[in-house]
């Protein structure tokens, strides 16, 4: 088994090269490449196309997304949401059957209790005042001090009763969800500040982008610039082979002898092999281009000569 793997996957426009890193690195690389307008391809080895890369963990967890095993933050924020409506709607359930408690026992048992448990402390308050601050004997101080344990027995009487009551149930049942809705607000606090924290992150992303197609446009119409004035040169080269042509057939040989003189032939043979090398040039290019390599202004001159003829 070998160290790393490499696989590639072309279509007609856009290739995808899969690299595993070393064993012992946890991450591979994903690489995107496409065909350029001339028919070449991107090569990763110039920095040329995109490259991703992903480690174990990110390939768990987008595993885990796909097959649905971690829900998003947004179905997150939804349960909450929907937990917080109804733990709303019990608290107001909660409060309009308290109001109906208090209506229903505003002249009974309950604000007796409540009537006799300030009464019941006031006493004790004042008896201990009287031993604190009278001098008394032992015996009248017992006599108060028993007044007091049953005074403060019947105080717990009457708080034994209000606990059993259906009020004091209900408040306490109230208590526990105001807790649990103050938790509820809290974690949604939290999910809206990360919310507002990817929001912010995917706008710095789209300005890098913005940047980034920018510089691309910028490049592209330096680079057609580049290309007009490619043809422009290659079109007075043309030119002036040409001409230069013309006026080496035109020129004639200078003799002194009177002797008549045979016009020289064109050599065929030296056309031959200028053709020959010419062909020889064109199949290097294709194969060059057929390869993603890099060809020069000839090369290329060559290639649209011969898809133009």
């Not at 591979?28 to 196309?49: M, Q, V």
């Not at 200028?274 to 294709?286: G, P």
Request: aromatic share 8%; net charge positive; with cysteine.
């Amino acid at each position: 088994m070998v160290d790393n793997h490499s696989y590639s996957f072309f279509g007609q426009k856009v290739g995808l090269i899969i690299q595993s890193a070393l064993k012992s690195e946890p991450y591979i690389f994903f690489r995107l490449i496409k065909c350029k307008n001339n028919g070449t391809w991107e090569k990763p080895s110039s920095g040329e196309g995109k490259i991703i890369k992903f480690s174990l963990e990110e390939m768990v967890c987008i595993l885990r997304v796909l097959e649905k095993e971690i829900n998003s933050w947004t179905n997150k924020v939804k349960q909450l949401k929907e937990k917080k409506i109804e733990y709303k709607t019990l608290l107001d359930n909660f409060i309009e059957e308290k109001k109906k408690i208090q209506k229903s026992t505003n002249d009974g048992k309950a604000s007796k209790n409540f009537i006799s448990i300030k009464q019941i402390e006031r006493k004790i308050d004042n008896l201990e005042r009287i031993i604190e601050t009278e001098n008394l004997n032992i015996v009248e101080e017992n006599a108060i001090i028993d007044d007091i344990r049953k005074l403060a027995e019947m105080k717990q009487e009457f708080f034994g009763e209000r606990q059993n009551s259906d009020l004091f149930k209900l408040e306490r049942k109230i208590e526990i969800v105001k807790i649990n809705l103050n938790k509820i607000y809290e974690q949604l606090n939290k999910w809206s500040n990360k919310s507002q924290e990817n929001h912010a992150k995917m706008q710095d992303l789209f300005q890098r982008v913005n940047t980034l197609k920018e510089k691309k446009k910028k490049m592209e119409e330096e680079l057609i610039e580049n290309k007009k004035a490619a043809d422009h040169y290659h079109e007075q080269f043309l030119k002036l082979m040409n001409q230069r042509r013309k006026i080496s057939k035109g020129k004639r040989p200078y003799y002194t002898s009177k002797r008549p003189v045979k016009k020289p032939t064109p050599s065929t043979k030296k056309n031959e092999l200028l053709e020959k090398l010419k062909q020889d040039k064109l199949e290097k290019a294709l194969e060059k281009q057929k390869a993603g390599k890099k060809l020069n202004l000839y090369e290329a001159r060559l290639i649209l000569e011969q898809s133009k003829g």
